[in-house]
Nanobody, 121 residues
Framework: QVQLIESGGGLVQAGGSLTLSCAASPRSASPYAMGWFRQAPGKDREFVSA??????YYADAVKGRFTIRRSSAEDTVYLQMNTLKPEDTAVYLC????????????????WGRGTQVTVAS
């Protein structure tokens, strides 16, 4: 069983930045890919970004503003969020793909509990 522990959420003004972190436990778990989804109140969960051994994927809404990276030990994933907008307000959920990556959430094996990001206008 893999546990994902998120941190880094909070309240920020529009145009500001935040960095989210997600650590997989145990460290030996090393999921094939890791990523982030988000869910705003009254809306469906949506893909934000993911990183595999050879690629990085971004939703169109965050391209050019968000950057995903993974630690060298491959047990932690970071999401650097710049130029934040009020529409980025959501609970951000860390995702781990055990054996392979696919678009959407159908291949996600583990979920974190989420961290709240609120962007004030």
């Amino acid at each position: 069983q893999v546990q994902l522990i998120e941190s880094g959420g909070g309240l920020v003004q529009a145009g500001g930045s935040l960095t989210l972190s997600c650590a997989a436990s145990p460290r030996s778990a090393s999921p094939y890919a890791m990523g982030w989804f988000r869910q705003a109140p009254g809306k469906d969960r949506e893909f934000v970004s993911a990183v595999t051994p050879g690629n990085r994927y971004y939703a169109d809404a965050v391209k050019g503003r968000f950057t995903i990276r993974r630690s060298s030990a491959e047990d932690t994933v970071y999401l650097q969020m710049n130029t934040l907008k009020p529409e980025d307000t959501a609970v951000y959920l860390c995702a781990a793909y055990g054996n392979y990556y696919c678009s959407g959430d159908g291949c996600v094996n583990y979920w974190g509990r989420g961290t709240q990001v609120t962007v004030a206008s």
